[in-house]
């Protein structure tokens, strides 16, 4: 299994190109079952999560073509099948979105409950209850959810007891063909799911509300083509701004959109970094001064990302005093913390809170990690700690960072990757 190992401490300096978001490209992919015409997406980021969702995709009948330069055609003029095979849903849980396309498309669709992982028990509830509430009849049979709709689905009003952003995504799907008027309650308000709605608008649906929490979709008969730019990855953004951080660098974020990372660059600019806010990008520093200990949350958007708070985390355990880090979206999601105690971090959980006492410098050392955000925090750490890191189970970080170790080496890293057996 291939390794990244890391000499940390320089600091990075230099310019990096904020790719797609993966979280966004994958519905958006999903969604393009939802007509018989090609869609293109452009700024599509190469990752593994992306092609598991080209061969998920091809199981119903689209045809997905890399057409290079980050640009993908789906083209699925008939579905051919309606089942999301374990073996792949089991690699990646986004396979779930395609729940909602498929059951509107053709009113029946199989797909393997994804079941828990390495962050939560992560259940898919919210997702049946909504489409069971749009005319669904949902059976649970050897491990598959069986969806059928055989008189189509109709509009309703949805209130979500928790906000799910896979759970808007395939309720603001499955609504789009449905008849009549659905209302979204206590909908997600990720940019994710702003970017869904424009590409289902683009489309030909009718939706309202994009960026509140109740939105209103009115049903149409049949969607067409279209072609959609993928936004940029705010975690990513956020992740390479820590960096800068927590080396003492300075690293210009090219194409990274101001609007949606302010929750993510608030606490790290009470943290002692500076940021730059120019026209294309995001210049993000931290001079010789220490860096303080802040507080975050984690909540739903327009609140502190999950998806950030081991990245933070990693910063905070070098800071020059303490700072409380509470996870209130998933349970289990502390796994770097052990992993960031062998490099020499005072980090102490209880229940939902890590209390993270900064200590004056990491040590490099190898570990390793279960889960894509705790992976990278973990290549944070080790770009900021003396001596060698290796950081194992890449394939976590390949399913979500385009070309991570380039970007990094470009802005002065000492990082290379190493195939193991
Ligand atoms: C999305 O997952 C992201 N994945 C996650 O990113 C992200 O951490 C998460 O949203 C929260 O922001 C993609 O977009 C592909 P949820 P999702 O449904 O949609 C509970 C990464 O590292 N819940 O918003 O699966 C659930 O258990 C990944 O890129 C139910 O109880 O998350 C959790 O506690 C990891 N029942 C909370 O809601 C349900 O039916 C929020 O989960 C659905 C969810």
């Known amino acids: 299994m291939d390794s990244i190992l890391i000499r940390g401490g320089n600091p990075l300096r230099g310019t990096i190109q904020i790719s797609g978001a993966k979280n966004a490209a994958l519905p958006l992919m999903t969604a393009t079952l939802l007509t018989d ?8 980021p190469a990752l593994a999560d992306i092609r598991t969702m080209a061969e998920l995709l091809a199981e119903f009948g689209c045809k997905a073509e890399d057409q290079g330069n980050n640009s993908w055609q789906f083209n699925t003029p008939e579905i051919t099948g309606t089942v999301a095979p374990y073996d792949i849903v089991r690699k990646m849980r986004a ?42 009849e949902i059976e649970i049979e050897g491990g598959y959810i069986h969806a059928t ?22 309720l603001l799907m499955a609504a789009a063909l449905a008849e009549g008027t659905t209302v979204l309650e206590n909908a997600a308000r990720e940019p994710e799911i702003g970017d869904l709605i424009d590409l289902l608008v683009a489309m030909g649906a009718v939706v309202a509300g994009r960026g509140t929490d109740r939105i209103t979709i009115t049903g ?16 990513e953004t956020g992740t390479f701004a820590v960096a800068a951080a927590i080396t003492g660098g300075d690293i210009l974020l090219t194409g990274a959109d101001h609007d949606i990372v302010e929750a993510i660059l608030a606490p790290l600019q009470r943290s002692g970094a500076s940021v730059d806010l120019l026209e294309g990008g995001i210049r993000v520093r931290r001079d010789g001064a220490g860096i303080l200990g802040v507080d975050v949350m984690t909540e739903p958007y327009p609140g502190f990302p999950t998806d950030m708070q081991a990245q933070f985390m990693a910063l905070m355990s070098i800071s020059h005093s303490a700072a409380m880090i509470t996870e209130t979206i998933f349970e289990n999601r502390f796994m770097h913390v052990p992993e960031l105690g062998r490099m020499g971090a005072d980090i102490t959980v ?13 040590k490099g050392a190898p570990v390793m990690a279960t889960d894509l955000r705790a992976s990278v925090s973990l290549v944070l750490a080790g770009l900021a700690a003396e001596g060698e890191t290796q950081v194992n189970r890449v394939y976590h970080l390949d399913r979500g960072y385009e070309r991570l170790e380039e970007k990094l080496k470009a802005c002065g890293a000492d990082i290379e990757r190493v195939s193991g057996n």
Do not use: F, W, Y
Request: charged residues 15%; proline residues 8%.
């Open 350 to 362: 209880h229940d939902s809170s890590a209390m993270v006492r900064g200590v004056r410098r990491l």
């Open 37 to 44: 015409e090609p869609v293109t997406l452009t700024n599509v």
């Open 149 to 170: 709709a055989p008189r189509g689905l109709t509009g309703t009003t949805v209130t979500m007891p928790v906000v799910s952003v896979g759970a808007t995504e395939n």
């Open 95 to 136: 396979s779930v979105l395609v729940l909602g396309p498929l059951l509107a498309r053709t009113g029946e669709a199989k797909v393997s409950l994804p079941g828990g992982c390495a962050i939560g028990t992560r259940p898919v509830n919210i997702h049946i209850q909504g489409l069971e509430a749009l005319g669904a």
């Open 220 to 235: 149409q008969p049949a969607l067409h083509g279209a072609a959609h730019r993928v936004i940029p990855d705010r975690i």
